[in-house]
């Protein structure tokens, strides 16, 4: 599948078969294509800042709508005979296409470690080049970048920076609908409020069956994040700036529960893998951003567990999202992994099954075990609690053969080095909190 992630004033190439327009726009008119993506972010983020992003930041950003629309307009189930992989070839207008060109087998290595497809990539003129705010902000003397999307590990990230008090960030966030007045929030009991800035990609398409795994959606987030890093007085001096990116290691390693899992719809931007293929593009660029995630080592209970400030964290983390199938109510389900993770996380932090507040559309996992479930649940049950299951299949084949067996190539030597162990370790630890949980619950 041909893909181009253009500005609405380029010529769409030979042979395309969709087209996506980038930055801007009007609406009418890009409704007769077949996507778009980031209309709103230079407004935005001028409305805030009063100054414009580095060019390079601004090509990373375009790079990061274009594999987002792309990722969205080509369906897994549609075009893939195994379900799962897919070939895009995509098209991308940058400021300064040799430059990127150059790159292209790393980054094509970097997209399909973070998807699971087969990427092409072709760069071409017309790097976005809006012109500057017309009110300009004298001074920007945050010292680094924190994202923020809303869920407890970023609420932890920030609540910790802020005790610390050892740096003075900006806190940027995803702005999705369900998550935006939970953003806010964190930022203001944190003492950050008006040093959160807040973007929205708002990918759409036209004419087609959109694909839902978005496995490539947080790259957006991280583009943010370096859009705002090159705003910062720090960054213009030639420093460079830290881009906090806080998630707990077990979901960042992502390790498949059971070999079924072939494609799994949790991200990968966090991977010690990606992170380490995206900072030597940034390197090699020149772009002066640099990944760090404090909390690699540690499981989501440990991260509770370990925050600068309890009294904040119990007010705040019910309020957090950690759902992956939220859907339209945004609640969370109570049975889909980041879920189970985030149940065994309060279990570990509380040592009581009460002490998680926290609203679930499905409770008692524990009714599975008693073989109620599905008169509760109209027949599904099997089905959609499909995560229960596979986390028992891996908890179960740990038992057996070990937690190295089950890990298997997915951590090691030859991608983590001498620190493959330590890695390990937190994707056994996090598999066993969840275990724990089951087994309180009656599960195991």
């Known amino acids: 599948m041909k893909i181009a992630a253009l500005r609405p004033d380029q010529p769409t190439p030979t042979g395309v078969d969709h087209r996506i327009s980038i930055f801007e726009g009007d609406l009418g008119a890009l409704s007769r294509t077949s996507g778009h993506a980031g209309l709103s972010v230079a407004n935005e983020l001028f409305k805030w800042a009063g100054r414009s992003p580095s060019t390079l930041a601004w090509d990373f950003t375009a790079l990061a709508l ?13 075009i893939s005979p195994d379900g799962w992989t897919r070939e895009i070839d995509l098209t991308v207008s940058v400021s300064d296409p040799h430059r990127w060109q150059s790159l292209v087998g790393k980054l094509v290595a970097m997209l399909s470690f973070l998807t699971g497809d087969f990427w092409t990539l072709n760069f071409v003129e017309g790097g976005y080049h809006p012109a500057p705010p017309k009110q300009r902000v004298g001074s920007r003397p945050e010292t680094c970048v924190a994202l923020l999307s809303g869920g407890i590990d970023s609420l932890i990230g920030a609540i910790d920076i802020e005790t610390r008090a050892e740096d003075v960030p900006v806190y940027v ?11 806010e929030l964190f930022a203001k009991r944190t003492g950050a409020g008006t040093r959160l800035l807040s973007l929205n990609a708002d990918p759409r ?22 859009l705002a890093a090159t705003l910062l007085d720090r960054y213009t001096d030639g420093h460079t700036v830290d881009l906090h990116t806080p998630e707990n290691g077990f979901i960042s390693l992502n390790v498949p529960l059971t070999t079924m899992r072939r494609g799994s719809l949790s991200t990968r931007t966090t991977h010690p893998k990606f992170v380490e293929m995206l900072q030597e593009v940034f390197d090699i660029l020149g772009i002066k951003v640099r990944l760090c995630n404090r909390y690699q080592l540690l499981t989501k209970g440990k991260m509770m567990l370990g925050c600068g400030n309890q009294e904040l964290l119990a007010e705040l983390a019910p309020k957090s999202m950690s759902c992956g199938r939220a859907g339209r109510h945004y609640t969370h389900c109570g049975r889909c992994l980041p879920c189970l993770v985030r149940r065994s996380a309060f279990l570990k932090w509380t040592e009581r099954l009460d002490g998680d507040t926290t609203v679930y559309l499905h409770p008692k996992v524990e009714l599975l075990a008693e073989g109620r479930i599905n008169n509760e649940f109209h027949g599904k049950a099997f089905a959609e609690y499909d995560d229960v299951m596979q986390t028992l299949i891996a908890l179960d084949h740990v038992e057996r053969h070990g937690a190295r067996s089950w890990i298997g190539p997915h951590i090691g030597s030859t991608s983590f080095g001498a620190h493959a162990a330590k890695y390990r370790a937190v994707a056994e630890g996090g598999l066993r909190e969840i275990g724990y949980f089951l087994e309180i619950t009656g599960l195991r």
Request: without cysteine.
């Open 66 to 78: 274009g594999v987002v629309g792309a990722d969205r307009l080509v369906n897994r189930a549609a």
């Open 173 to 183: 966030s995803n702005r999705v609908r369900g998550d935006v007045a939970k953003q």
């Open 205 to 226: 398409t036209s004419g087609v069956t959109a694909e839902i795994s978005q496995r490539p959606r947080s790259i957006v987030f991280i583009a943010f994040g370096v």
